[in-house]
């Protein structure tokens, strides 16, 4: 049985890049009920997982986690890309399936003891996860653990992460 998630996700060859498959869920949020449903299988998780904040990855990340939040009554912390926040911030490298990059905290969040549950949309190579689990392991956070959208298997994310990752659908990738 095909899980519905997995119809509302358009596929584009070579893009970033030559060779890579990226997983648009532009389509996905686009339609009322496939937006809902994905809400509504984050609350799930986050319920039984129980954090005290949501920490949302630069940028999509940032579409789901504020209505799981609400549901909740829990704040959302942004990690993003670097040069995209004020004040002093917390930095680390990471390796994309086509690159590298940075990830930023803002110094001033107030997490340390609290515990903090990711979400993104994609888990690919692991990396993005894996820089945002150090980031939060600096800010003093108790990481429980990521969730995501899409988990491409086929690229062996989690062997790259630190801590559970819980997906609404994995597809070859």
Do not use: H, W
């Not at 319920?47 to 005290?52: A, L, W």
């Not at 996860?129 to 995501?148: D, F, P, Q, R």
């Amino acid at each position: 049985m095909s899980n519905p998630i997995d119809d509302l996700i358009r596929t584009y060859p070579d893009f970033p890049k030559p060779g890579i498959l990226f997983y648009d869920i532009a389509s996905l949020i686009e339609n009322s009920e496939g937006l809902k449903l994905v809400t509504e299988q984050l609350s799930e998780i986050v319920k039984k997982q129980q954090p005290d904040v949501l920490v949302a990855i630069d940028s999509r990340g940032f579409i789901f986690a504020p209505p799981v939040a609400l549901k909740y009554d829990i704040g959302v912390v942004l990690v993003r890309k670097s040069g995209k926040l004020p004040g002093e911030t917390i930095d680390q490298s990471y390796g994309l399936e086509y690159g590298t990059d940075v990830l930023c905290l803002q110094k001033d969040r107030q997490l340390k003891g609290l515990k903090a549950l990711i979400i993104d949309d994609l888990l690919a190579t692991g990396g993005t996860i894996a820089a945002t689990e150090i980031l939060l392991e600096k800010a003093g956070a108790t990481v429980l653990g990521s969730t995501v959208i899409i988990e491409l298997k086929g690229l062996n994310g989690r062997s790259n992460i630190k801590y559970p990752a819980f997906s609404l659908t994995q597809l070859v990738g």
